[in-house]
Every structure is written in structure tokens, then in C-alpha cells.
């Protein structure tokens, strides 16, 4: 197996064991198998191989998705059941400049901010310098940008670029 493999092997394994709901040893064995074979053939499918520089910081930036995850289902939440009636809802489509550029730091970046219920990750230009995105209730843009530029890709650029 290619290196970062036998994490991919091991999370499939484990996978495969939550799923069948059993840790009896021919299961073991079989996921052992099906996720080492797994993990070899697909490491050919990659080309670019992620570098973590500071990979401790993506704990933090983990930690930090969640409770922006929980927060914001609860906002949205309360905007589908009518809560917010004091002020008027604008949605609406942002554009953000980026500094990031590993296609890695990208990916996540992507999936955090379309994992977060009201925004959604529309475009990113060719030149990779700037993504759109789609707010459910959009009412500062400026404070939407800090946000997506301080709180995800300043941590993001630390783990992904030196």
C-alpha cells in the first residue's frame, strides 16, 4: 500500500465491521482483506497526495465545523418554522476571495461549507481566486466573508500550505 493507504484500509475496515454489526473474527478477517485491497487499487486513482503540515489543527478546525454545524441547523431551523418573524430573510449569492489553493484545502473547504446547512458551495473560477456561495439568510455579506475566510481557510491554509 501507497503511504496515507493504511489509514483509508482501516476506515473502511472499521466501516465494514460497524455496518455488519459484528466483530466475530471471519468478518475481521474479511474486512481486513476487502479494505487492504480496496485502499491498494484506489491508490492509483490518485494522483495528488495531500500534505498536512500542521495536522493538528485539523482537530481544531474539526471541532470548530461541528458546533458551526449545530448552530446553524438550529438557525435554519428556526427560519423554516417561522421563529424569526422580528426581521425579514434575505438569501442570497456571496462572493469570497481566497488565498487557498491546494486542490486538498479546497475539497475541504468545500464539503464544510456545503455540510453546513444554509450555505451552499456554487462556483469556484478558474483562476481558483474566488468562490461563490449561496446564503439562506444573508444579512452582512462582509461578516459571511471574516467568517468563511477566518473561521475555515486561515485553518485550512495552515494545514494544507506550508
Request: proline share 6%.
Amino acid at each position: 500500500m501507497k503511504r496515507g493507504a493504511p489509514v483509508l484500509a482501516l476506515v473502511l475496515a472499521a466501516m465494514w465491521l460497524v455496518l455488519n454489526d459484528t466483530l466475530a473474527p471471519a468478518q475481521v478477517l474479511l474486512a481486513a482483506l476487502v479494505a487492504a485491497a480496496l485502499a491498494w487499487w484506489s491508490a492509483r486513482l490518485r494522483p495528488l497526495r495531500p500534505r498536512l503540515h500542521r495536522p493538528l489543527l485539523a482537530l481544531g478546525l474539526l471541532g470548530r465545523v461541528f458546533v458551526d454545524i449545530v448552530r446553524s441547523n438550529l438557525s435554519v431551523g428556526r427560519i423554516i418554522l417561522g421563529l424569526v418573524r422580528d426581521r425579514d430573510i434575505r438569501s442570497g449569492f456571496l462572493e469570497v476571495p481566497l488565498e487557498l489553493r491546494d486542490p486538498h484545502g479546497l475539497a475541504v473547504l468545500a464539503t464544510i461549507v456545503t455540510s453546513t446547512p444554509g450555505t451552499v458551495w456554487v462556483d469556484l473560477s478558474a483562476d481558483r481566486r474566488t468562490l461563490t456561495l449561496h446564503v439562506l439568510d444573508l444579512q452582512d455579506e462582509a461578516a459571511w466573508v471574516r467568517v468563511i475566510k477566518d473561521r475555515y481557510e486561515r485553518p485550512l491554509l495552515g494545514i494544507f500550505q506550508p
